[in-house]
């Protein structure tokens, strides 16, 4: 079957595409990708409630983001955007060129989204529709249909 990989434009000059992890690479997130998406469901199911990630409009989910950030301490916010990135590329104009680069390291990160806190945010949205979208049943507040996250 493979992995499967998906290209989205974020802005007039970013297109991101990002390939699902291994499975085994994605287990060890399971758990903080979950309080996340649960804490983003308990803060924020009116903005959310039937959308996939990719449609909520994460400008109205300031209380959202404050009760994510919440379930994070210290650098785990960090660590879980390189893991989620690791797979991922950012094509973007650099000199006067267009260039894919690789986001799979805090140089990389920093230089494509030095402005764009919250594009970063939207990509790691996107990254973790992308990787555990199933998991979650395919949008951000309905049960999965087959069951497999009950």
Excluded: H, W, Y
């Excluded at 000059?13 to 690479?25: A, H, Y």
């Amino acid at each position: 079957m493979g992995l499967k990989s998906e290209t989205r434009s974020f802005g007039d000059d970013l297109k991101v595409s990002t390939t699902q992890l291994p499975p085994m690479r994605a287990m060890p997130l399971v758990t903080q990708v979950g309080r996340l998406v649960g804490s983003a469901l308990a803060s924020g199911a009116t903005e959310i409630a039937g959308k996939k990630l990719a449609e909520i409009d994460f400008s109205k989910l300031g209380a959202v983001f404050a009760g994510v950030c919440a379930q994070l301490e210290g650098d785990e916010l960090s660590k879980l955007t390189r893991a989620l990135l690791s797979n991922t590329s950012a094509e973007l104009e650099i000199d006067g060129k267009l260039r894919r680069v690789e986001l799979r390291n805090d140089d990389v990160i920093n230089s494509v989204f030095a402005g764009r806190f919250f594009t970063l945010f939207e990509v790691l949205a996107f990254a973790i529709e992308v990787n555990f979208g199933d998991f979650f049943g395919g949008t951000a507040s309905s049960p999965p249909s087959d069951g497999a996250a009950q």
